[in-house]
């Protein structure tokens, strides 16, 4: 999509949280950090050994789990994969995930998580 033509709905905030990507069954997981989150979605870094998963293809559904220094449980969001990018010269590979909220739990979690100030991002 070109940049003229892409927007968001919700804005995102730059963060450097830690979290765990998972397939919908629990079977595959890898280890994550988000660079920006918002509502609807965020931005997260990985290893290029962790591209060739097919939990990394475009449009599958996946679950973040988001751990941050004001939760005591992780934060689990369901979403999609969105888009992915290879990384170049030495610097991670980065995917966006696309959040589907089901339940009013995890969006006011996320809300929350959103609106602290008390931790370095």
């Known amino acids: 999509m070109a940049v003229r033509d892409h927007f968001r709905v919700h804005a995102r905030r730059r963060v450097d ?3 765990t ?3 919908r069954q629990s079977v595959e ?3 994550v950090r988000i660079r920006d989150l ?3 979605g965020a931005g997260i870094e990985l290893s290029e050994a962790q591209l060739a ?3 990394l293809d475009p449009e599958a559904s996946v679950t973040l789990e988001v751990t941050a220094p004001n939760l005591w ?3 689990s969001l369901r979403g999609r994969i969105a888009w992915i990018r290879r990384g170049a010269a030495g610097r991670p590979a980065r995917a966006g995930v696309r959040f589907e909220h089901h339940d009013a739990g995890s969006l006011y979690g996320l809300y929350q998580l959103l ?3 008390h931790f370095e991002l």
């Open 115 to 117: 609106g602290t100030e």
């Open 53 to 55: 998963s097919e939990l």
């Open 38 to 40: 918002g509502l609807g």
């Open 21 to 23: 990507l998972r397939d």
């Open 29 to 31: 997981e890898h280890g």
């Open 17 to 19: 949280l830690g979290a």
């Open 73 to 75: 449980d992780p934060l």
